[in-house]
């Protein structure tokens, strides 16, 4: 985009029965600063939520379009929802918010101006703040590992500070924000449906990675992320969250490991597992690596996911 255009940019607001985390993304994205260099539409796409949110967006006088999938499609497919809706209007960019965060008035521009600086890199993400204590971070970009579970997030918990503060290529940025490039998911194409929720965004980059596009971690833009709030809290160690993260790092090893590092996750699985569930078993949250095991276990036999086990249906 040249400095003297003004980039088209939709933010995609992900709603799955969490209507005040959505409208409080919302109010965020009314309030940023675009600095004349965009115009930001917002959408928000209902994931087949138990209450309808457009009579709440009404009332709060916003322009904000809505898309309704009629049945939770997970992160994956709810937001492709919305991709396309994008895409199809025309959108320079696409900004993927998760609804349990708030963007800070400077978010956007920052971006912006690394899409403008970096032409070959294909998503930008934002520092990420802990909503409970916003002088630390919940993460700023992540890793793959190959070890049990797959990813490290840099910056987990760590102080805000300098070390944060600038611009930098990365392997993945989390899914909690992320501001495509148009050109670049067209390309690329939108999130793997298989995955449904979780490591969605660390198969994206790889597959960008592929196709020669970077994705650029970018510290001057801000968002506060209410860790978790979609799947019981930060501190809450089972539920669908453990089971979609096992279940999709067997998805992922097998579209990108190569031998060795599909042999390092299983061996670091067999070396740990045993004692993660003793420790578990001590603070009783034995149920959460029993859910974890049945994830590995699904994935390994091809076995469909358990939506409506895992309340997610």
Same mark, same amino acid.
């Given at each position: 985009?040249?400095?003297?255009?003004?980039?088209?940019?939709?933010?995609?607001?992900?709603?799955w029965n969490g209507l005040e985390d959505t409208l409080a993304c919302v109010r965020s994205l009314f309030a940023v600063d675009l600095e004349g260099a965009a115009v930001l539409?917002?959408?928000?796409?209902?994931?087949?939520?138990?209450?309808?949110?457009?009579t709440a967006l009404r009332e709060m006088g916003a322009q904000v379009a809505i898309v309704f999938t009629g049945r939770n499609l997970g992160y994956a497919g709810g937001n492709?929802?919305?991709?396309?809706?994008?895409?199809?209007?025309?959108?320079?960019? *696409?900004?993927?918010?998760?609804?349990?965060?708030?963007?800070?008035?400077?978010?956007?521009?920052?971006?912006?101006?690394?899409?403008?600086?970096? +032409?070959?890199?294909?998503?930008?993400?934002?520092? &990420?703040?802990?909503?409970?204590?916003?002088?630390?971070?919940?993460?700023?970009?992540?890793?793959?590992?190959?070890?049990?579970?797959?990813?490290?997030?840099?910056?987990?918990?760590? =102080?805000?500070? #300098?070390?944060?503060?600038?611009?930098?290529?990365?392997?993945?940025? +989390?899914?909690?924000?992320?501001?495509?490039?148009?050109?670049?998911?067209?390309?690329?194409?939108?999130?793997?449906?298989?995955?449904?929720?979780?490591?969605?965004?660390?198969?994206?980059?790889?597959?960008?990675?592929?196709?020669?596009?970077?994705?650029?971690?970018?510290?001057?833009?801000?968002?506060?992320?209410?860790?978790?709030?979609?799947?019981?809290?930060?501190?809450?160690?089972?539920?669908?969250?453990?089971?979609?993260?096992?279940?999709?790092? *067997? =998805?992922?090893?097998?579209?990108?490991?190569? #031998?060795?590092?599909?042999?390092?996750?299983?061996l670091c699985i067999a070396v740990t597992l045993p004692l993660q569930f003793l420790r578990r078993a001590w603070s009783g949250e034995a149920a959460g690596v029993r859910i974890? &095991?049945?994830?590995?276990?699904?994935?390994?036999?091809?076995?469909?996911?358990?939506?409506?086990?895992?309340?997610?249906?």
């Amino acid at each position: 985009m040249s400095s003297r255009q003004l980039a088209r940019v939709t933010a995609v607001v992900l709603n799955w029965n969490g209507l005040e985390d959505t409208l409080a993304c919302v109010r965020s994205l009314f309030a940023v600063d675009l600095e004349g260099a965009a115009v930001l539409d917002v959408l928000v796409v209902d994931n087949g939520s138990r209450q309808c949110p457009a009579t709440a967006l009404r009332e709060m006088g916003a322009q904000v379009a809505i898309v309704f999938t009629g049945r939770n499609l997970g992160y994956a497919g709810g937001n492709n929802a919305g991709m396309r809706y994008a895409l199809a209007r025309g959108a320079d960019f *696409v900004w993927v918010i998760n609804n349990d965060a708030v963007v800070e008035p400077r978010a956007l521009a920052p971006l912006l101006a690394a899409a403008e600086g970096a +032409p070959r890199a294909g998503v930008f993400g934002s520092k &990420i703040l802990r909503a409970d204590d916003p002088s630390r971070l919940w993460v700023a970009w992540g890793r793959v590992t190959w070890r049990q579970s797959l990813i490290a997030l840099e910056g987990e918990n760590a =102080l805000d500070g #300098p070390a944060f503060d600038g611009e930098r290529d990365v392997e993945w940025i +989390p899914g909690c924000a992320l501001l495509f490039r148009a050109r670049t998911l067209r390309e690329v194409g939108l999130f793997d449906e298989a995955f449904f929720a979780y490591h969605e965004d660390v198969d994206w980059a790889a597959r960008a990675r592929r196709a020669g596009w970077s994705s650029r971690y970018v510290g001057a833009s801000r968002v506060v992320h209410r860790v978790h709030g979609s799947s019981g809290g930060a501190a809450f160690y089972g539920g669908f969250r453990k089971y979609l993260s096992a279940r999709n790092s *067997v =998805l992922y090893a097998r579209k990108h490991g190569r #031998p060795w590092q599909i042999a390092l996750m299983a061996l670091c699985i067999a070396v740990t597992l045993p004692l993660q569930f003793l420790r578990r078993a001590w603070s009783g949250e034995a149920a959460g690596v029993r859910i974890k &095991i049945r994830g590995w276990r699904d994935a390994l036999a091809g076995r469909p996911l358990p939506l409506d086990e895992l309340g997610l249906r």
